[in-house]
């Protein structure tokens, strides 16, 4: 079956723009996460959803950083105003979780964001 | 809150063992563990759900020590498929933390 997509792969912007990140999880997959790797680093939590709703935005590192997700899937990630120290992968993640328990996490290949 | 990875790199000949640790000041119910080849996504390996446990993966053990808030990464007879970033992480929530990952690079 098919596993989780991200688009683009690749992109790059220039400083001030603003970029939209898309993330397609697992069908039925409930729970989807958003990570920020950058060059070396770590996986850098960024923000969960449980169906459409986001009880964990704890990682969003600026009021610049926003996520939705619509019909239980398709989730966005939108960084306004970009910034030299947004450049990084961004790593989507989707999961089955059942309540109070986190299973395996299954991620896509990311998009990897350059801001000139 | 991250947990602590050790050693931060390791390079090893093939057929070599080497261990992965994992520690955190805060009280672990689980631990998850992780391997990122270069340029690829993370790829599950395991979690450990009970303190003392230990599960396996091909020749890849770990042991989780909830007492002492840490767990281990045994890869024995490494091969050179085992080359790349392992990381482990704890549930906070519910969401994982994980580490800043240890690279590890096998030699034929």
């Known amino acids: 079956g098919a596993g989780v997509s991200q688009s683009p792969s690749n992109k790059v912007t220039e400083k001030g723009k603003d970029v939209e990140l898309r993330c397609d999880p697992i069908s039925g997959h409930t729970a989807l996460y958003w990570y920020r790797q950058s060059l070396g680093q770590g996986l850098e939590f960024l923000i969960y959803f449980q169906g459409n709703s986001a009880p964990d935005k704890s990682g969003l590192p600026s009021d610049r950083f926003s996520a939705e997700r619509t019909g239980g899937s398709v989730s966005t990630l939108t960084i306004q105003r970009t910034q030299q120290e947004d450049s990084a992968v961004y790593l989507c993640a989707s999961s089955s979780r059942a309540a109070g328990i986190l299973r395996e996490q299954f991620f896509g290949p990311g998009t990897r964001l350059t801001v000139l | 809150q991250q947990p602590v990875q050790s050693p931060q790199a390791v390079i090893l000949r093939e057929g070599e063992d080497a261990v992965i640790n994992c520690s955190s000041s805060?009280?672990?119910?689980?631990v998850h563990w992780y391997r990122q080849k270069h340029g690829e996504a993370p790829v599950f390996l395991m979690i450990?759900?009970?303190?003392?446990e230990q599960k396996g993966h091909d020749k890849i053990s770990a042991s989780f020590n909830e007492k002492k808030q840490q767990s281990s990464l045994y890869l024995t007879a490494s091969q050179l498929s085992y080359s790349g970033t392992y990381f482990c992480?704890?549930?906070?929530?519910?969401?994982?933390?994980f580490g800043k990952g240890t690279r590890l690079h096998i030699l034929p």
């Open positions: 992480g704890t549930e906070i929530g519910d969401k994982i933390i």
């Open positions: 805060k009280a672990l119910y689980s």
């Open positions: 450990l759900l009970k303190g003392g």
